[in-house]
């Protein structure tokens, strides 16, 4: 997802030292002083922001710190500052007096960017670098994109398989001498390049591996006889099925899948299924798929799985060797093409979502027809010209979004993607998930939506 730069984070970057150097930083940082500089950056540009975005936020406000006696100072009617020398928001009630240790200015700054700026860089990636050694990072980042990649979506997380121990064993090993390797390289920066290509020797090992356990997992011939004797015991034709599977090295591809007789084979499938799980019931939706109930967490979840998903899953894992709990297993269904339409699970889902929520302090936040009305009417006060606020348009808008407030931000997660982290929060059996991807979420303030909803309103007529 491209990284949201709101109007602190533009001001931010402009106003601080770190993206002063190299010049390819400070290029972007003088375009950045521009209006229209979404306009004026280049893809490379805009690559270089999505990629750094967090190193940049947390060694440009560890630049500024309060300064002086009397701070905050109340907004005066007659004040000679009407707007937040950061980012250019007119002040509310107070502000506050900050300075850039490395370039000495010193700015008046409102309640929302102090907040923002001031001692918050706790937990944000290379808060404890200081600028040479960040400088070093985006370097090592830009340098080594294999190995990032490797760090930020393991392999593992892209295989179409739950994979062996021995294999997440090793690509944990890798990730901790590749994180080590950085620290080392960040922190002391003398460089090893023997060690480098130790590290890219172990990560292809690994690619190794998985390539291998794929290999053998995939194959017609690892099919469990069993599954074989079965399709060819329920229905006529059944051996040349099991022959174009065969050809068709090992994989059954829609073709293959539409040919096999779909209610018998689910209702041997989920007989065999019942009798190996205790806390997965399964069941069979007619000639369309089965049903997956299981409790988690005191609460009921139906997953459906279609015919042809079922029926292509097969192949995997040979004969189930490999999964060690129902919830690898669901972890295989799911993987691909499961659906949830049961209202009850749809609602346990988002309630598990909204735990996670909780515990991350996030609380929801629905916008009222009346705050935005308020708003708009505020901002229009001058202006004869007045926009005409639409309540249809209002309730459409605020209906596709929902907003958690944490502190004085806000994150916008449309409702499919609430529905997705519960997915994901089921399936983690953790919280940790959709905690992380609530982390990696663009925080927006009040005045931002507000003001999102204020353009949204001039296409209202
Ligand atoms: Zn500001």
């Not at 001001?11 to 306009?39: A, M, Q």
């Not at 540009?45 to 309060?66: A, H, L, V």
């Not at 989920?270 to 997965?280: A, H, I, Q, R, Y």
Request: proline residues 2%; contains cysteine.
């Amino acid at each position: 997802m491209r990284k949201r730069m709101d109007r602190s984070a533009r001001g931010l970057f402009i106003k601080s030292n770190y993206l002063r150097s190299p010049k390819e930083n400070e290029c972007i940082r003088k375009k950045l002083l521009k209006d229209d500089y979404r306009k004026i950056l280049t893809t490379d540009e805009n690559t270089r922001i999505d990629d750094n975005f967090e190193m940049w936020i947390t060694q440009c406000r560890k630049e500024w710190s309060k300064f002086g006696r009397h701070n905050p100072v109340k907004i005066k009617k007659d004040d000679p500052e009407t707007h937040c020398q950061m980012c250019h928001q007119k002040l509310s009630s107070k502000k506050y007096r900050v300075k850039n240790s490395y370039t000495d200015e010193i700015l008046w700054i409102g309640a929302d960017c102090f907040e923002k700026i001031i001692n918050n860089v706790e937990g944000l990636l290379g808060a404890g670098y200081n600028q040479e050694q960040a400088r070093k990072f985006e370097l090592f980042k830009r340098e080594n994109p294999e190995i990032i990649s490797f760090v930020s979506d393991k392999l593992s997380d892209n295989a179409l398989y739950i994979l062996p121990k021995y294999i997440m064993d090793h690509e944990a090993n890798v990730l901790s001498e590749i994180r080590k390797y950085v620290k080392y390289h960040v922190i002391s920066g003398s460089d090893s390049n023997s060690k480098l290509e130790d590290i890219y020797s172990e990560i292809n090992k690994v690619s190794v591996r998985i390539k291998n356990f794929i290999q053998r997992s995939n194959p017609v011939k690892n099919i469990s006889s069993d599954w074989a004797k079965q399709i060819i015991n329920l229905q006529a034709g059944g051996k040349r099925i099991i022959n174009s599977i065969s050809e068709n090295n090992g994989e059954i591809d829609k073709n293959i899948a539409s040919r096999i007789k779909f209610h018998p084979f689910l209702v041997q499938y989920v007989n065999g299924m019942n009798s190996k799980w205790n806390d997965l019931h399964f069941g069979v939706r007619g000639n369309s798929g089965i049903t997956i109930t299981t409790m988690f967490d005191n609460k009921t979840f139906v997953i459906d799985v279609p015919s042809e998903v079922v029926i292509s899953k097969l192949g995997y894992p040979g004969s189930f060797n490999d999964v060690n709990s129902s919830q690898d297993l669901l972890n295989v269904l799911t993987y691909r093409g499961a659906t949830v339409n049961d209202s009850d699970t749809r609602r346990n889902l988002q309630l598990i979502a909204f735990e996670s929520f909780k515990r991350s302090h996030y609380s929801r936040h629905d916008f009222s027809l009346g705050e935005v009305t308020k708003y708009i009417s505020e901002r229009e006060r001058q202006m004869t010209d007045k926009t005409h606020v639409s309540k249809k348009r209002f309730e459409s808008k605020a209906r596709k979004s929902v907003f958690y407030q944490v502190g004085n931000y806000y994150v916008d997660l449309n409702v499919d993607e609430l529905q997705q982290f519960g997915m994901w929060t089921l399936e983690s059996h953790k919280f940790m998930v959709s905690d992380t991807l609530l982390a990696q979420q663009a925080k927006v303030s009040k005045d931002e939506i507000l003001d999102d909803f204020y353009q949204d309103m001039q296409f209202a007529n």
